[in-house]
């Protein structure tokens, strides 16, 4: 072998070899970025002088309320979850695009589980008088959206359930005791956002918002110092409603004792 040419060789094996090690160094790095992410579901610290506060919204994705909303959660710097819906996913893509970037999101935005076929498109009776066709409505939902989190909210029903309790209308208990046993958490709300007329919020900001205090005021909501609420999507397309939600939050975020989180961090999913 011509020296030039072996000594060429050398020099190529040498150079991939380092290269290699770069490589190796940047994949060790991007791990580490990897597990500095937070991961949905693990536990915070309450702070007693606060009140936790969960936008929870409904029916995602259905654009352009849900492109909406989460740029009116961004622009106030409020956290929010969405309890999304398998058929209105996988529709289209842009619609998978939306529901991709609220899952990686968190913990900006939390993406949940309000089944996969709404109920059977609304046919709530026939829905949970079939427990185990329900049970797997969820579980499928929960696969093809890529949902982290074992929390759900069933659709129509305000029930509450977990390993420490189950409430709500005895109509939908069976098929949440099932999900309870099987691991997941149901969250109910403790107020509406209401809809009328092809819908529009039936409340405005400042009547939600002192409707809110008053709950608060009176510790009548599920848990102590922690509001649920619950409201769509679809109900903020239009402008003024639109600047009902930013007034509605601007109202909230005044108050120093009020903190916005993610459902994970409720109390009934965190004392699994
Ligand atoms: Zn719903």
Not at 34 to 59: C, E, H, M
Not at 117 to 141: G, I, L, Q
Not at 173 to 182: G, H, I, R, T, Y
Request: aromatic share 12%; proline share 5%.
């Amino acid at each position: 072998m011509n020296i030039r040419f072996f000594i060429a060789c050398i020099v190529l094996i040498i150079l991939a070899a380092c290269n290699n090690n770069n490589n190796k160094s940047a994949a060790a790095d991007s791990s580490k970025t990897a597990l500095a992410q937070p991961v949905p579901g693990t536990p915070i610290k309450y702070d007693s002088s606060k009140r936790y506060i969960f936008l929870t919204w409904d029916d995602s994705p259905q654009p352009p309320g849900t492109n909406i909303c989460k740029r009116i959660f961004h622009e106030a710097g409020v956290k929010a979850t969405f309890f999304s819906v398998g058929m209105h996913y996988n529709i289209e893509p842009r619609r998978k695009r939306l529901l991709d970037s609220i899952r990686n999101s968190y913990p900006e935005f939390l993406l949940a589980n309000h089944s996969f076929s709404h109920a059977f498109k609304d046919n709530y009776n026939f829905f949970y008088t079939h427990v185990d066709s329900a049970v797997n409505d969820f579980v499928r939902a929960e696969k093809e959206m890529g949902i982290q989190v074992k929390i759900i909210r069933l659709p129509g029903r305000n029930t509450w359930a977990g390993k420490t309790e189950t409430k709500g209308p005895k109509t939908s208990e069976n098929v949440a005791k099932k999900l309870a046993a099987m691991g997941y958490n149901i969250i109910g709300w403790d107020v509406e956002w209401e809809m009328v007329k092809g819908n529009s919020p039936k409340q405005g900001a400042s009547e939600l918002a002192n409707k809110i205090n008053d709950k608060f005021e009176s510790g009548y909501t599920n848990e102590q110092n922690t509001m649920v609420i619950l409201a769509h999507d679809r109900m903020f397309q239009k402008q003024p409603y639109m600047d009902s939600l930013k007034a509605f939050i601007a109202i909230l975020k005044k108050d120093p004792r009020n903190v916005f989180e993610t459902i994970d961090h409720y109390p009934l999913v965190q004392n699994k």
